[in-house]
T-cell receptor, first 115, second 115 residues
């Protein structure tokens, strides 16, 4: 069973607020990812990291930012939330290389609603 | 430009029969393919995968077939059980630098197993 955690699970917040979505994993994985998913749609990669102090933008442009100060922690921040940010945010991690590196373990997700 | 497509948004199958979920891709650089299962309010869970050098991989009731010339893969579940009711995502991977293997997801197919 994967040990990857996300908090909060649900968040309803007003426009203009700063929010941070937490993601932690206890598997010692070097690679971590953030995806955004709207209902009935595919998951879109918005950020990824291949280790401490490394972060990269994903395929889908996002106004959010991420940081990777510790291996186990990969928080996502929105400086000023807007209704267009309403979505589900999924965090994932994977091992460093080889075939095992393809399998990503997902957290339960944070469903964000911006009013 | 959607590189991974699941053209059936939903599928309904009777318990005990075979469920066949389909996925098409356009990028010939993809070298690994995965199927994920997702229940409501949970993150996706890895189900089964296949390397581009193989055409079949089997794990219990689940078999994935890959047809590289047609750029098509399918997931067979037999026999189907009520607990298989979920959304199934097809994903494909193309390695990038530093070994952070990105996944490109399809839109998902909602499978319902009827008793």
């Amino acid at each position: 069973e994967a040990d990857i955690y996300q908090t909060p699970r649900y968040l309803v917040i007003g426009t203009g607020k700063k929010i941070t979505l937490e993601c932690s994993q206890t598997m010692g994985h070097d690679k971590m990812y953030w995806y955004q998913q709207d209902p009935g749609m595919e998951l879109h990669l918005i950020h990824y990291s291949y280790g401490v102090n490394s972060t990269e933008k994903g395929d889908l442009s996002s106004e959010s930012t991420v940081s990777r100060i510790r291996t186990e922690h990969f928080p996502l921040t929105l400086e000023s939330a807007r209704p267009s940010h309403t979505s589900q945010y999924l965090c994932a991690s994977s091992e460093q290389g080889g075939l095992a590196g393809y399998e990503q373990f997902f957290g339960p997700g944070t469903r964000l609603t911006v009013l | 430009d959607q590189q991974v497509k699941q053209n059936s948004p939903s599928l309904s199958v009777q318990e005990g029969r075979i469920s066949i979920l389909n996925c098409d891709y356009t990028n010939s650089m993809f070298d690994y393919f995965l199927w994920y299962k997702k229940y409501p309010a949970e993150g996706p869970t890895f189900l089964i995968s296949i390397s581009s050098i193989k055409d079949k991989n089997e794990d219990g009731r689940f078999t994935v077939f890959l047809n590289k010339s047609a750029k098509h893969l399918s997931l067979h579940i037999v026999p189907s059980q009520p607990g298989d009711s979920a959304v199934y995502f097809c994903a494909a991977s193309a390695s990038i630098i530093q070994g952070a293997q990105k996944l490109v997801f399809g839109q998902g197919t909602r499978l319902t197993i009827n008793p």
